[in-house]
Each structure stands twice: as structure tokens, then as C-alpha cells.
């Protein structure tokens, strides 16, 4: 076709990335049904409170760590320092939110 005088074709497209690529683990017994409130910043939580972000729901650690989970880059899959949020939160499974 006429696309080849427009576009020059380096190589195909490595789908290998795609399993490298964060994705919720959608294992039917981690489903929770319907999502936890949203997280907020600046919240006060505790160890066990449980948040969601984009239908993943996470779980307050323990003290001393609960202490970070309300702060700004310490919500969950905030990149602002790195993986540091991990220290706050886990994920413990997904759910399913319910728009109007």
C-alpha cells in the first residue's frame, strides 16, 4: 500500500512488555466487592484502614509505619519518592466501584 511511501518499518512491536507492565492481580478470591472509600491525602488512617485507587484496595500497615498513610507521597502507586509508599500500605486485593 501507499503507507510504505509515508512510513519507514523499524521492526515489530516486543509484546514481552506487557507482562513487565503493573496490572491489578485479578485473582477471583482477591476480589472484595464493592471499593472502600477513595484515598485522601491528609487523612488521618490507621493500622487496617482500608483505601482504594483505581479499583486496587490497600491496607494501612501496623504502627510505626501507619503513621505515613495519610501524608503526601506515601499514597499508594505515589512515584514521589520512589516505592516509599509501600512502607505505608499493602495491596490486599481489588474491588469493583460503581458509578452513577
Known sequence: GYWKHAW???ENCDRSLDKIIDTPDRDPSKNLG???E???VGNYYEEGDRVSKDEIVYECRAWPYSGF???VGYEPQSKVYGDAW???WMEVGWCTSYYS
Do not use: F, M, T
Open 8 to 10: 519507514i518499518k523499524k
Open 34 to 36: 464493592n471499593c472502600p
Open 38 to 40: 477513595e484515598i485522601r
Open 69 to 71: 498513610c495519610g501524608e
Open 86 to 88: 509501600k512502607q505505608a
